[in-house]
């Protein structure tokens, strides 16, 4: 199977490392997928080192760019690639134009990591949304929004999940003590962290609020804030979230750490994970925490409900809400063996539903019968 994916991309967030990790897969597995970037972006830098081909490709604007769509419509036919798979959004038209340049009969598929909150049916979009040849969502819940906001017919649209390699968090917990080292933490602590872009939609704030409340109930509990701030967002939010810590009086139990490659680590640090974005798409974290066999808790929006089985995997809470968070914490910290019981549901949901193979066989299904 040959398939081109448009990703010409400078950022490089989950949803670039969603798409190579997919494209590296399916390589190994032993199809021919190429990537189509910029050769000096760092979505081609990282393909070099694991093994993935990639074509230059690059080019300005979003929309009718019909000398891009045809340049990349020569691309494919050269290489002979009969599939191209859009992986973000802003290339989606040039991706679906490139058809009308092509000698070939190409079919079109988009990956959608993001939600469709934003009604989109008229006669523009429809135009493109209906010649597409199929739309992969990650959640049910995904799905359901689009087929409420865009012009495409349900059978169209798969159900695919965004997945992880389960193997590599499996055995994570080993690693507890040079965890504790690398982070610089009481290796005896209970430490409840959050692993992601320090961002104000991320929710690192009601953490720190939360471990404040349960600092009065004289309950010790540690917080770990893994992760960047975002490029180009709410610029000096690390600076607020610090600053709050120091006038709560929380310097010691707060931890702000950067991120780090070695994902598995991180959680190994962790007693309990929290995703405490305001609406998350998917989260990858989320199963890493999971997978790692961690009790999660979650806020009850965006995909976070679906990926907890609707409470059945995790603890869900109201976004925004210290005082639930607090809550949740207090009831994992107190009860081992709610902990242990979560940590096994949710590492079990992830085996089933959320490994790489699985994310590998029904794309392979799907471009197949096409």
Known sequence: MKVGILCSSYAWGGLEINVLNLAKWLTERGHQITIFCDDTSTIAQKSK????????YTYKGKHLNFRAARRLAKLL??????????GHYTQFYIGMLSRHFSRQRLKTVYLQQ???????????????????????????????????NVSITADKVHVI????????????????????????????????GIIGRIDKEKG?????????????????????????????GEKGHLRYLEKLSIDRGLVDLIHFRSFVDDAPKAFAALDVF????????FGMVTIEAMATGLPVIGTDAGGTTELLDFGKAGILIPPQDEGAMAEALKKIYQDKTLREELAQVGQNRVKETFSHTTQCRLLEELLENL
């Not at 036919?77 to 859009?86: E, G, R, S």
């Not at 929290?274 to 798409?281: A, H, R, Y």
Request: charged share 25%; proline share 6%.
């Open 77 to 86: 036919d050269k290489a002979q690639i009969p599939t191209l798979m859009i």
């Open 274 to 281: 929290v995703m405490g974005s305001v609406s998350e798409p």
């Open 161 to 192: 999940p965004l997945t992880i390699e389960v193997d590599r968090f499996l055995e994570a917990k080993q690693y507890r003590a040079e965890a504790r080292k690398m982070f610089d933490l009481p290796p005896n602590a209970f430490v409840a």
């Open 204 to 232: 690192q704030e009601y953490l720190i609020r939360a471990v404040d409340l349960l600092q009065k109930e004289d309950i010790p509990m540690y917080g770990l804030c893994v992760g960047a701030e975002t490029v180009g």
């Open 114 to 148: 993001m939600q469709m909150k934003h009604r989109k049916k008229d006669l523009y979009h429809r135009y493109f949304y209906k010649r597409i040849d199929g739309w992969i969502v990650p959640l049910e819940l995904l799905k359901k929004q689009l087929l409420a």
């Open 49 to 56: 080192e694991v093994g993935v081909a990639t074509l230059h």
